[in-house]
């Protein structure tokens, strides 16, 4: 839709895009187009798409897409999209008012029915800003990841999560275990309306478990991930003050003294006075594999 299209719409409703929602519609085809193109969406799929607003990337998923899942919170956005679904006679758009967070996605709940079949499903959204990590880390965790992710968000949280070594953050430690992720493009905040005060970014995750101590998505170690992410957490606690320092006072439920945590980081061949962002993927799992040790000596 063009910005005219939507200021219109929303005229004509009485009603305008809520901030606390993060509602920035997109009005950039050449946008759009891009979003389809890194989606390789083909009729096998199923797309999930979290917040579709007015429809302007719905429309053009339903044209590629086998069956589309759009969840809109918002119920005057949901019933103008209903009508518009309607209107251009696009019948495999599954259009559900929920919050995103609450909504128990088929997806999800697979294990439950043996009979339930689910595969090929992607998700496809230009994410509210205010949700976009949480949505994004929902589905790398969950038990049934996506075959894919493209997703369009802030720039700048874009960039911290393809951070590596020595620029890397908790952020980009989370999502780079569970998946491999790629900007793909910048878009201008003048592709939105109401413009945004920052660009975005199309940032593609490929969901991926390269990593044994994670085990494979179905059967992954509840205990195992725990120490995993209680080690990341603690070690970046202070980003600026070195592993030793930040395990020494974070990790107190293991009863380590601070001669042990030399030995454990040293063991894992790091030095003790790294800072965390300077740590990869490799590093942290081995910190991981081998605090037990130290902690049952």
Known sequence: MQKTEIKNLLKQNNISALKSFGQNFLTSQTAIDKVIEASSITLTDTIVEIGPGLGSLTLEIAKKAGKVIAIEKDRKLFEILKESLKASGIKNVSLVNDDAFNFQFPIFNFQSNPNFQFSNYKVVANLPYNIAVAVVMKFLTSNNPPQAMVVMLQKEVAQRIVATPPKANKLAVFCQLYSTPKIIDYIPSTAFYPKPKVDSAILELIPCCRYPILGSPKNRIPTTLAILEQIINTG??????TLLNNFVRG????NLSKESVVEWIKNAGLDPS??????????WLTLAKTLKTFHNN
């Open 236 to 241: 970046f606690s202070h980003p600026r003050k």
């Open 251 to 254: 990790l107190g439920s293991y």
């Open 274 to 283: 790294q800072r965390p962002q300077t740590l990869t993927i490799h590093n």
